[in-house]
């Protein structure tokens, strides 16, 4: 446990903005797996059969129906996308956000030492790159998950459009 301390302490107190979008992202992502994996097939398969019990299929009315029970799902399958997009939009630039206040740490003691005190710079330059390789890394494994949940969303809908039979 000390290592990780020691990471956040070389990290600048921005590694702790990106652990919280991090965290925020990753429960966004289990949530997701849960509802594409477990919830959604047994939703399908549930308004199925509420639909194959009707009557009329054909009739203006039950067209409207089948048409609002798909766009409600395709908004169920979309929940949390955005957000989940936007968190990984703001994990680099809060990376960028630590490479500026480590690089005005290293500006500091530069000021204050000159370039004769290469310890004090050297934290200044954790302080720097690590933000940004946290935050490149917490993004790029929410672009992978981002990307699986649009098509995985797709497919649900498509899915239950082909069991929502009009004939």
């Known amino acids: ?17 990106i652990l919280a979008a991090c965290l925020l992202l990753w429960s966004l992502i289990l949530e ?12 399908n398969r549930r308004l199925a059969e509420q639909w194959r019990q009707r009557s009329n299929f054909d009739s203006w009315t039950a067209r409207k129906i089948r048409a609002a029970i798909i766009s409600r799902q395709r908004q169920r399958s979309q929940t949390y996308l955005s957000a989940i997009a936007t968190l990984i939009a703001i994990c680099p630039l809060l990376g ?7 690089m005005v740490s290293v500006f500091d ?14 934290s200044g330059i ?5 933000p940004t390789m946290a935050g490149l890394v917490v993004a790029l494994t929410g672009l992978y998950f981002r990307a699986r ?12 459009t082909d069991l929502l039979v009009t004939d």
């Open 1 to 17: 446990m000390q290592w990780l301390l020691d990471f956040f302490n070389q990290g600048g107190p921005v590694l702790y903005g």
């Open 32 to 43: 997701r797996l849960w509802f594409f994996y477990l919830d959604l097939p047994r939703s």
């Open 96 to 102: 960028l956000l630590g490479t500026v206040t480590g």
């Open 109 to 122: 003691v530069l000021a204050v030492t000159g370039t004769g005190n290469a310890r004090a710079m050297a």
């Open 126 to 130: 954790s302080q720097a790159t690590i």
């Open 149 to 160: 949940f649009q098509r995985l969303s797709e497919r649900g809908v498509q899915q239950l």
